[in-house]
């Protein structure tokens, strides 16, 4: 479901960065880098399914509807649990992640992150490999 909506709306990753994931949309920080590249990173927290995610994102929705059709469709209504989430998520250590994950950033941080030694948080990972840290 490619319409011209949204090809105008789509952001070429490789000119450019996906917005760093401290940013937020509809209240929530990462949703504005998962609207960008469609990554399912809180469905789990929101109880959002990432098809139905993507098809609206398909639809060539703006960030503004994109906000309200998150609010609607979150299972969150509490705004302290969603402050909570967003705080949790943006102060998670790397050695908060699953085995699987410190496994793969251990060689992955030095090979691409250019100040692997400022890399503390997760969401420093991005900052740092995309110029932000």
Known sequence: MNTPKLQALAQDLRKQPPPSPHEKLGGYVIAMRSLVKCRAFLWQFTGIAPTPFKEFVATGAGDDEVAQWFREQSKVKDAAAIIRWN????????????????????????QFCPHPNRVRFFFDVYDDEEGRL
């Open 87 to 110: 705080h949790e998520m943006k102060c998670k250590l790397l050695s908060d992640l699953a085995d699987s994950y410190l496994t793969y950033y251990e060689t992955y941080i030095p």
